[in-house]
């Protein structure tokens, strides 16, 4: 099953997403991939009703989750009655088209 | 920095769905103004800058530098494509200046120029969405109206703003714009008919909730044109040039949810402080303001994080008619990017255009009395590319 | 075999009920009447369609074709139950929409025609045709398809559109799809507006209209 992953840079601790070669407060090389884990709350969202070629679903919720970690992503959220605050968990699924090929990654569901 | 900069000679193509000419009509209708205001001819030109984003994916050519070179006559002067996403315009000004203010080259010419109504909407908005981050953003379907309303609605969490604010922005730009003949849109509107009314819901339908149409710009045709040269030679073109007094260009991370504070706009507020450092004066001393408000959001938030009102509260300005024409402070007297329309890369030039047009008292019906000091700013990714200048009246 | 008296005492039209006027704000605070068209305005709404059918683009060419057929078709007494909404802007008409009745229950919804685009005349337009077709009429469905794909997706979210693959629209060769009186009532609130009566001056000055030239044959517009 597929797991949401980040990095963590090993000199100051931080975690971020997605995965980067330095880390993003202190620079350091010295960084190890990091599982996310299944908790995340949501900071913000929009409901996009003009979705780009490729994305067959109107509205596209999309919005920007934090993890307990600190780590933040921007994914597509799938959930009855969004708000921000909810809790939501990274699930793997089909996102969109682009082009021919169709695309997969993480987005958000209710726990 | 080098020599002092001015600004001789400004012009801009009417903005709008322009199906009577092709990009490089467009170009040209913008560059002959200019070059016709500056007063200078083809053999003075050393050196032509074209800002255009999407000219390779929408008018299937590249090269539009030296295509514009070719086409104005100015060989054997030389000529490049300036590329920097919704900051070309600006980008392209900037490099002009570096290269006049180091001596490289006496007299620039720096056309920004966009066509792109003939193509479909969804196709626009999933090129102009390749600024985002590729595997963080892009990939799940993200595109610039989702991230500006994923900003309005932590404003709205955050700073109480109401999308009435947002409508009173767009107002405020459409009457603007009705006194400018060159906007894209001269097109009254009302709270009534875009907010108030029942019916409102269906005039002014979502786009990226809560941004709804008209909080968001239109997609626009057309081109502006400067000539810039040394701040000594500019005196022979004209009485009171308008000098280029300071540049401020920063960068923010990539993606929006990396920002240390999504809601803040890191990158507009040091290329701000930048551009004020070079041009030793700070947000009191400007009189008038262009600012990128492809979405009216990013003209609140852009005031505020540029050093103009306290974080959280332009929108309480907007409501105290602070930034109307006749304000203490008019924000976008040209219509901004809402009225005045966003040919991508035409924007930031047109900033100076207006600007430019303020500054030597030019500016007609949208005149702002008394205006000695001017700030642009030219907003590049989702703002996380940044360019703002200061420009001042020289006398 | 059938009498030929019991085959003419069919009655094919189902019974006229007029649509009555109401009137709305766009955005640019302007007021929209939206009014029936009478069979005796036909030949100047083909003068308004007639321009459109060298459109450039967004299949304007193929929708005004169609509907000068219907309209013309209508004033000719060779379509039953068919009906025209017209939209009238300061004396100007913006736009036009049509239907028609396959019998009491089924109405087949034929098109829409914005002068003025990008102000949401068509949408306004669209959802007073099936308000009239649904509430006045008394139809319990209304079959739907569209030549442009553009819009279409909007207006199947905005809607509730149903698919019907059984069913061919009688513009042939495209998808068909269903507005039941269910649905309809489920997004009324979101999609139709407008009051009643329409204040007299205002009527009057939507009964005599101007036409205009369509935003979309002109070289430079919004």
């Given amino acids: 099953m597929e797991k949401m992953t980040g990095v963590k840079c090993k000199s100051c601790g931080r975690v971020f997403y997605p995965k980067r070669s330095n880390c993003l407060s202190c620079m350091s090389g010295d960084i190890e991939e990091v599982e996310l884990g299944d908790g995340c709350k949501l900071l913000t969202y929009t409901k996009l009703y003009a979705v780009p070629l490729g994305v067959d679903r109107i509205p596209l919720v999309l919005g920007i989750v934090e993890f307990e970690n600190g780590a933040r992503a921007t994914g597509q959220i799938e959930a009855d009655h969004v708000q921000i605050g909810m809790q939501l968990k990274p699930v793997w699924g089909h996102l969109r088209r682009i082009g021919r090929m169709e695309v997969f990654g993480f987005k958000f569901t209710q726990p | 920095m080098g020599r002092k900069v001015a600004i001789i000679g400004c012009g801009m193509s009417k903005f709008g769905r322009r199906d009577d000419k092709d990009l490089m009509g467009l170009l040209v209708e913008a560059s002959t103004r200019s070059l016709g205001d500056a007063g200078v001819g083809r053999k003075d030109i050393d050196a032509v800058y074209v800002a255009s984003m999407l000219c390779g994916e929408l008018t299937h050519q590249t090269a539009i530098a030296s295509a514009l070179a070719d086409e104005l006559l100015v060989l054997p002067a030389a000529a490049e494509r300036i590329e920097n996403g919704p900051a070309s315009g600006a980008s392209a000004v900037k490099n002009a200046y570096a290269a006049v203010a180091s001596g490289l080259y006496e007299t620039v010419l720096v056309t920004g120029g966009e066509k792109m109504r003939h193509a479909p909407g969804p196709i626009v908005t999933d090129l102009i969405a390749t600024i985002t981050h590729p595997t963080a953003e892009y990939v799940h379907g993200v595109t610039l109206p989702s991230l500006a309303g994923m900003l309005t609605r932590l404003y709205m969490q955050r700073y109480g703003l109401e999308p009435r604010h947002l409508a009173l922005v767009a107002i405020k730009n459409h009457n603007n714009g009705l006194k400018n003949p060159y906007a894209h849109l001269h097109r009254k509107i009302t709270l009534e008919g875009i907010y108030l009314e029942p019916e409102a819901k269906l005039n002014n339908p979502p786009v990226a909730d809560p941004l709804r149409m008209y909080y968001c710009c239109p997609i626009t045709d057309g081109a502006a044109s400067v000539v810039i040269t040394s701040a000594e030679k500019a005196k022979k073109f004209n009485d009171t040039p308008v000098t280029v007094a300071g540049i401020g260009h920063a960068t923010d991370t990539l993606a929006v949810h990396e920002r240390e504070d999504p809601a803040v706009l890191k990158a507009v507020q040091i290329s701000s402080q930048r551009a004020f450092d070079m041009a030793k004066s700070e947000p009191k001393a400007i009189d008038v303001i262009e600012l990128h408000d492809a979405f009216e959001i990013l003209e609140l938030a852009e005031s505020e994080d540029a050093g103009f009102f306290e974080k959280g509260t332009a929108h309480k300005a907007v409501e105290e008619g602070v930034t109307e024409l006749d304000g203490d402070l008019p924000i976008n007297p040209s219509g901004g990017l809402k009225a005045r329309g966003h040919p991508v890369g035409a924007t930031g030039v047109a900033q100076i255009v207006e600007l430019t047009w303020q500054l030597r008292g030019d500016a007609g019906e949208r005149q702002v009395s008394g205006a000695e000091q001017a700030y642009a700013l030219n907003f590049g990714g989702f703002g996380n590319n940044v360019v703002s200048f200061v420009l001042k009246r020289s006398d | ?222």
């Avoid at chain 3, 139950?81 to 019998?103: F, I, M, P, T």
């Avoid at chain 3, 507006?193 to 000055?205: A, C, M, N």
């Fill in chain 3, 1 to 222: 075999m059938t009498e030929v008296a019991d085959f003419l005492s069919v009655d094919w039209d189902v019974p006229r009920k007029p649509y009555p006027a109401k009137a709305l704000t766009l955005a640019t605070g302007e007021k929209m009447v939206i009014r029936e068209a009478s069979r005796e305005e036909v030949p100047q709404l083909l003068m308004a369609i007639r321009p459109l059918l060298d459109a450039p683009g967004e299949f304007y060419d193929v929708v005004a074709a169609r509907t000068y057929a219907e309209l013309l078709g209508w004033h000719r007494y060779r379509v039953r139950n068919e009906y025209c909404l017209v939209g009238v802007v300061d004396g100007k008409l913006v736009g036009l929409v049509n239907n028609r009745l396959v019998d009491k229950d089924l109405c087949v919804s034929l098109h829409t025609i914005a002068m003025r685009k990008g102000r949401s005349v068509g949408a306004h337009l669209f959802a007073a045709k099936q308000e009239h077709a649904i509430e006045y009429l008394g139809v319990s469905e209304i079959l739907v398809t569209a030549e442009s794909p553009r819009g279409f997706n909007l207006l199947v979210v905005n809607w509730g559109l149903e698919p019907r693959p059984g069913v061919q629209h009688e513009l042939g060769g495209a998808k068909s799809w269903v507005l039941t009186k269910e649905n309809y009532y489920k997004h009324k609130d979101e999609q139709v507006f407008g009051k009643r009566p329409v204040p007299g001056d205002l009527y009057e000055q939507s009964l005599n209209f101007e036409l205009i030239e369509p935003d979309i044959m002109r070289l430079e517009s919004d």
